[in-house]
């Protein structure tokens, strides 16, 4: 019989063991586990008194899952070089842990009959799964529905609706970045984004124009569409300037794009953020901590995603799959170019 106080020797403890002896629900003892920051620290401390009290090892979940299976997934990406592929793996190896279930990477570079061949290959290997990531948020071709071992869709939805796909609400994303600006006290917000054929570029734009409408408010003329470079954000913020000289915020659709209208900005003696207000997308350190002023932005939670994915996957391959595109949240970044009007 069980003890009081936990499982008997029998058995492994659970999380759901640790989840009742801290008193808290299984969610709960999961972000606890797992460093999440919506945990309070007496929490935290607590969840973590009672899994050393039942010896418990977060990853036991993910053992008992794939008990019986090989243990390894497979993770498809055509986005290895670039910017979103790579915070996605981190994520999905994070939730998979350390030592319990194999990752073989495989990079398609967008090329389809790669990806075929990686997938025969992965199969071959007896993977328990695949997670399959986009390099844009636009709808991808599905893999098929005959193949032996679930799949989860990461960034970029399947075509497939009986498929599951996780992506960020980029909707969403442009209604926060505005609602940030809002806050600040602008009131003649310009949109510069990137490539109009781009799912991203539009979804945030539908998102800040909802956004301004919620508030009596319109785009100071209509989103700019062009390239994700500095230098299409320097050209369309002299264009900008050029016919809208009261703007007093510009939400750019990438990082990059407000560097370069941050340049333009400087040269043209606009002050940011005491005259004109610059976020970006994508919150790519590398870029928003060494613009001047440091960039606000909005992070697409990619690292989030992948582990969701992660856990989707999980559920799956123990009977559980879903069905569907699932959007997860994004969050603004606030820094230095964005600081509210005195």
Not at 10 to 23: E, F, K, Q
Not at 257 to 271: K, P, Q, T
Not at 298 to 327: W, Y
């Amino acid at each position: 019989m069980p003890s009081a106080h936990g499982p008997s020797r029998s058995r492994p403890a659970t999380l759901g063991d640790v989840a009742r002896l801290a008193g808290v629900s299984l969610a709960t003892a999961s972000k606890a586990l797992n460093g999440r920051s919506q945990v309070r620290a007496e929490t935290r401390q607590r969840v973590i008194e009672a899994a050393e009290r039942l010896s418990f090892r977060p990853n036991q979940l993910a053992r008992g899952l794939l008990a019986g299976r090989t243990g390894t997934v497979g993770l498809l990406t055509s986005d290895l070089e670039g910017r979103f592929g790579i915070p996605i793996l981190m994520g999905a190896e994070d939730a998979f842990g350390a030592g319990e279930v194999a990752v073989f990477l495989c990079d398609a570079r967008g090329d389809t009959i790669r990806e075929r061949h990686h997938v025969r290959a992965l199969l071959d290997r007896r993977v328990d799964g695949l997670i399959v990531v986009g390099s844009r948020t636009d709808p991808r071709p599905s893999l098929g529905r005959e193949l032996p071992v679930p799949v989860v869709y990461a960034y970029a939805p399947s075509d497939d609706p009986e498929d599951l796909s996780i992506v960020p609400d980029n909707v969403d994303a442009g209604r926060i970045a505005v609602g940030h600006l809002l806050a600040c006290g602008r009131t003649r917000i310009a949109h510069i984004t990137g490539d109009a054929g781009h799912r991203a570029a539009r979804d945030r734009a539908e998102g800040a124009r909802a956004a301004l409408a919620g508030a009596g408010l319109a785009l100071v003329g209509e989103p700019r569409y062009g390239e994700w470079s500095e230098g299409w954000g320097r050209a369309a913020t002299t264009m900008l300037l050029d016919r809208h000289r009261t703007v007093d915020a510009v939400l750019c659709g990438s990082d990059q794009i407000a560097r370069g209208a941050l340049d333009i900005l400087r040269e043209r003696g606009h002050r940011v953020p005491e005259d004109v207000a610059v976020m970006g997308f994508d919150n790519w350190q590398v870029l928003t901590s060494a613009s001047r002023p440091p960039l606000t932005s909005v992070d697409m939670s990619l690292e989030q995603v992948g582990r969701a994915a992660a856990h989707a996957l999980f559920g799956a391959i123990a009977g559980a799959p879903r069905t569907g595109v699932e959007t997860l949240a994004c969050r603004v970044v606030i820094r230095g170019s964005t600081a509210p009007v005195s």
